[in-house]
């Protein structure tokens, strides 16, 4: 009783075959060609595929349910970069390995030293490791020709002036020169730098305010002023694990006003597989970038008429970001945080007050003049909320308080830093702040990372790196609130099993702190997420709590946020699916196609009654064949397509299609909304179909 087709096309073989099988109750065997040979693949209507369409059964291989009303899959299924991450060896980091750390620091002197034998007129400035590498500063100053006077333009570095440089270095790296370390005095040190003629390297000794002052030297052939660590010897080095990526420009110290610097950046690994793994990653990365699939998808843009580092949140993007903040904001309710909301804008002695205008002028934009009074945008939040604790009389029963805001902060950035939604001028903090006792801290800090773990495990992040920084040589607070605070965050870890690392003295001038790095889909890690104790603002406001003997106490106050930045989480969140946003929270999750103009009332019809129960419908407008409807739905990264036609308007049904998995077959209207609606509220996906066997009854 089947009905077979033969078809050209593979995309257009399956599309009609759908069709056919939900139009006539039957099974459809559609034969499409490959490269070599034709594959049949089996369609089947609903009456075929199950007794009933409220009958009809589905799931994911991985988890079996036995849920009978469940039309999808009830487990997120890891996506084919994902899962290829996890098979390749784990890239090592700065902080995990310090033998490539010493690895990356020599391997940019020994670029230096290259680029100054390639190009002599070459002026080295800086040259630090970085998350996946090093890199170097420049200057290459105007020369005069000797011969002729001639005045020769500054060099502008290519990629075939990269190709010397790797040269160079690979001669250094063969040669191996021991690498040695020197102390001089600042007088002496001064002394050999005047007479390597190297300026910018002056202005780094007077910056350097500790002595004596160390010397690292690649053999008897070039030095540089340097803390260290280091190889041994140049041969340590892996020529075929180092790899000289781009060059960039960049103002010296920062200031736009200073000299034009040229940057190489490079990345150097222990082996070659690591490099190799590397590329692929970076490769991978190019695909996923947040600023193309913003562009594509339609959801956000950096409009340059109106300032750079300024988002625009398009329909598509705002309606992420309101799922976002729905999310977190009934997360914090559930968890006793009440939610708050601040001025964006306040008078400029607040931030002297709180210490910002002092610590972080550099940061912030001008100032504005309102009625003879001078007035500061906000670069932070933690003000606001203390002035709101400070407003009233607190007793030691009142705490904890636990307040969250999405607040909106600007500072000012470089234009020459700015980087899509990473690196930004005006950006949403989830921001959150904690007014406790001393003895509430440690509960209070659990709390925290418990609530982190939560909800950064619903956007598909659940692996993470951890550190501990503790107090830095300038602080403010006693030894005592210090020791106890920090035993606190090292409490709350051991308490809930998480393992981390110490960065010693990497603390806040004003309190230890947590910091969380979420890993991607591609192994890439990124600053997200911070638990701060503060013992400076409290102090700073004079904020109080009546004790239970009567006496005024200074509460304990923490800064957290999960997010760190909203608009970097959503670029984040783009790159790590690759524009795939999970169903809960994509734009559009169901696009019903009309076959014909006469069922288009019946696709509004179908689209109000998904948008009451909260879902995101949209009907196709346009007059496209049905293969382009889907082709153009697929681009637009939308999960779920109903096909409609005068079948499903004349029973009621929807042939739905999914993006991932194809043709899924017909359903009753209540009975796709209602799954819909189900994998809406529980994050769920929809991955493979598959009839779900009954669980045995136990003895």
Known sequence: DNIRICSAMKFGGHVMASILAAACGRSVLAFVPTSTRLVAKQFNSAAVAAKSVSDARFHSVAAISNASTRLFSTVVEKGAAAAAAEEEEELPTNESDEDLLKLRHTSAHVMAMAVQQTFPEAQTTIGPWIDNGFYYDFYFPETTDEETGEVIPSRKLTDADLKKVKKAMDKIISKNYPITREEVSREEAKKRIEELGEPFKLEILDSIKTEPITIYGIGEEWWDLCAGPHVESTGQLPKKAIALQSVAGAYWRGDENREMLQRIYATAWKDPKQLKAYKKRMEEAKKRDHRMLGKKLDLFSIQEDAGGGLVFWHPKGSSVRLKIEDFWKSQHIEKGYDLVYSPHI??????????????????????????????????????????????????????????????????????????????????????????????????????????????????????????????????????????????????????????????????????????????????????????????????????????????????????????????????????????????????????????????????????????????????????????????????????????????????????????????????????????????????????????????????
């Not at 607040?407 to 990473?422: P, W």
């Open 346 to 699: 306040a008078n400029l002695e607040l931030w002297k007050t709180s210490g910002h205008f002092d610590f972080y002028q550099e940061g912030m934009f001008d100032q504005m003049d309102v009625e003879n009074e001078v007035y500061q945008i906000k670069p932070m939040n933690c003000p606001f909320h203390c002035l709101m604790y400070k407003d009233s009389i607190r007793s030691y029963r009142d705490l904890p308080f636990r307040w969250a805001e999405f607040g909106t902060v600007y500072r000012y950035e470089r234009s020459g830093t700015l980087h899509g939604l990473f690196r930004v001028r005006g950006f949403t903090q989830d921001d959150a702040h904690i007014f406790c006792l001393p003895e509430q801290l440690q509960s209070e800090i659990v709390d925290v990372l418990k609530l982190t773990q939560s909800i950064l495990t619903r956007f598909g992040f659940n692996k993470y790196e951890l550190m501990v920084s503790t107090r830095p040589d300038k602080s403010v607070g006693s030894d005592k609130i210090w020791d106890d605070a920090t035993a606190a965050l090292v409490g709350a870890l051991d308490e809930l099993g998480w393992d981390y690392g110490t960065d010693e003295g990497g603390g806040a001038f004003y309190g230890p702190k947590i910091d969380l790095k979420i890993k991607d889909a591609i192994g890439r890690t990124w600053q997200c997420s911070t638990v701060q104790c503060d013992f400076n603002l409290p102090e700073r406001f004079g904020l109080e709590y009546v004790s239970a003997e009567g006496t005024k106490e200074v509460p304990i106050m923490v800064h957290r946020a999960i997010f760190g930045s909203l608009e970097r989480f959503f670029g984040i969140l783009i790159e790590n699916c690759a524009g795939e946003l999970p169903f809960w929270l994509t734009p559009t999750q169901l696009k019903l196609l009309p076959v014909t103009d006469s069922v288009k009332d019946y696709c509004d019809e179908v689209a109000v009654k998904a948008k009451k129960m909260g879902l995101r419908v949209e009907v196709d407008r346009g007059n496209e064949r049905l293969a382009k409807q889907i082709r153009n739905a697929e681009k637009g990264r939308i999960p779920v397509m109903a096909v409609v036609g005068v079948k499903e308007m004349e029973e009621g049904t929807l042939a739905i299609r999914s993006r991932k998995e194809g043709d899924l077959g017909s359903f009753t209207v209540d009975d796709l909304l209602s799954e819909l609606k189900r994998c809406d509220d529980a994050a769920e996906e929809m991955t493979k179909m598959g009839e779900v066997p009954k669980k045995e009854e136990e003895n």
